[in-house]
């Protein structure tokens, strides 16, 4: 049946072209644009993860610039630490020769001093953008039951972002601060209860091989749940006598009675206590012409132990040779440099088992320094290589397959044309009704 007032066959060409346009529309969006999925409304589900993915990939870029940031702040201070080590190299040359009786030992004092202030002056300037990670003397640690401090003798370096079911969570890695300052230890001038520090056993003038000391009080004072404080200063004076203990003081007083100070700094542990008061009392016992290693201080739980060989005798007084007081000074783990004089005899004797020990600890602190930026460097090249995977990702699920999308172009251009053809021809159909009238 033919009519004048509705055209099937038309309108079916009409549905069928404007099919066809549709896709062209789609086809040409994709080529234009380059995704297939350009929008939630093309397929919500994989736009929905791509933009996920999205937002992870610009945060890892993001991240690449703190890595980068934190791996040259590392580097600026690893040089520095490398180049103290240099010239505590130098200085230790200075004070081998001034062990000899025939050396101008004034001047080599006056070369080790101008080396000292150049240190002072390297370590003063390893900052990168106002951050020097050679300069820890925190002292404001607060530290809980399970020994975890607040973090101030640390820095955290944003290293990742780790996606789970329950959220997106940062991750750092840590990189310790050292000290390579001159600063020296100081007492503090608050002295904290007679509890704090009682002598569980003292060296007596007849020279007893070792006294130990129990930290009383740490784990029951408000803000004090781990035997060590920052900012506490284990204060160790020693009266020496002389070999033969006959009871009579070695040297003459004042001189006779020896002080070795150690103010704990964020971070620090007993055994970091003991061997800072270790070092301090035989380069006290050098100062005097004695030999070095005469006393050993070691730490556990909340006990330190002195340990006398006997060839030196420690002298008791009535309050205990151990004090313990709050609010000290820090000093800086280079902070026996600035004692050393080699212009003496005892003088030159001391430096030289001082200055290995000063040599160890910028070898100790140039290495922690290397390990961090080694792991820098391998977080910052995964971070790269897990970016590149990520926009790999993205691309397969919305980027567009242009030969596939060309191919449908070409064919949906002919198709085009046959729609437009196959209208033209159903909207001929009426004009055939025309001759049945004639």
């Not at 607060?142 to 290293?159: N, P, R």
């Not at 750092?172 to 007492?187: F, H, M, P, S, Y």
Request: glycine share 10%; aromatic share 4%; charged share 15%.
């Amino acid at each position: 049946m033919s009519s004048i007032l509705t055209n099937n066959s038309a309108m079916v060409a009409l549905q069928t072209l404007n099919s066809i346009n549709k896709g062209m529309g789609d086809v040409q969006s994709q080529i234009s644009t380059g995704k297939k999925i350009g929008n939630a409304k093309d397929n919500a589900a994989v736009w929905a993860i791509s933009s996920v993915m999205q937002s992870d990939v610009k945060g890892f870029e993001a991240i690449s610039e703190s890595l980068n940031l934190g791996s040259s702040t590392v580097a600026v201070a690893r040089n520095a630490t490398e180049s103290v080590n240099e010239m505590l190299g130098e200085i230790k040359s200075r004070v081998v020769a001034a062990q000899e009786e025939n050396v101008d030992r004034v001047k080599l004092q006056n070369e080790m001093t101008a080396l000292r202030d150049q240190i002072t002056s390297v370590v003063g300037a390893a900052q990168f953008n106002g951050l020097n990670l050679l300069s820890n003397s925190e002292t404001t640690a607060a530290y809980t039951a399970a020994g975890a401090v607040d973090g101030t003798g640390e820095v955290d370096v944003l290293s990742s972002l780790d996606r789970s079911a329950s959220g997106v969570a940062s991750a750092e890695i840590t990189v310790g601060k050292q000290d390579l300052n001159q600063t020296a230890a100081a007492g503090g001038t608050l002295t904290l209860a007679a509890a704090a520090m009682t002598a569980a056993g003292t060296a007596a003038a007849s020279g007893a091989t070792s006294a130990t000391y129990t930290i009383n009080g740490e784990t029951t004072t408000a803000g004090r749940t781990q035997t060590v404080m920052a900012g506490d200063t284990y204060s160790f004076d020693m009266t020496l006598f002389d070999a033969a203990v006959t009871g009579t003081p070695f040297g003459s007083a004042p001189a006779a009675k020896q002080a070795a100070i150690y103010t704990a700094k964020d971070g620090d542990t007993t055994a970091d206590i003991a061997a800072g008061l270790t070092e301090m009392v035989n380069f006290r016992l050098a100062e005097q012409g004695l030999s070095g290693g005469e006393f050993e201080v070691t730490a556990a739980n909340n006990v330190m132990t002195v340990t006398n060989n006997n060839t030196v005798a420690m002298g008791a007084s009535a309050a205990g040779d151990m004090t313990l007081t709050a609010g000290g000074t820090v000093g800086g783990g280079l902070a026996i440099l600035g004692e050393l004089d080699i212009s003496t005899e005892n003088g030159a004797a001391a430096a030289l088992t001082a200055v290995e020990g000063l040599i160890q600890t910028t070898i100790d602190a140039a290495a922690s320094l290397g390990t961090s930026e080694r792991r820098i460097e391998i977080q910052n090249d995964f971070v790269g290589k897990l970016t590149d995977s990520l926009k790999s990702g993205i691309g397969s699920l919305v980027d567009a397959d242009l030969e596939e999308a060309s191919a449908r172009l070409q064919a949906l251009q002919v198709q085009q044309q046959l729609g437009i053809q196959a209208l033209s021809i159903a909207n001929q159909a009426p004009q055939n009704v025309l001759s049945l009238f004639r």
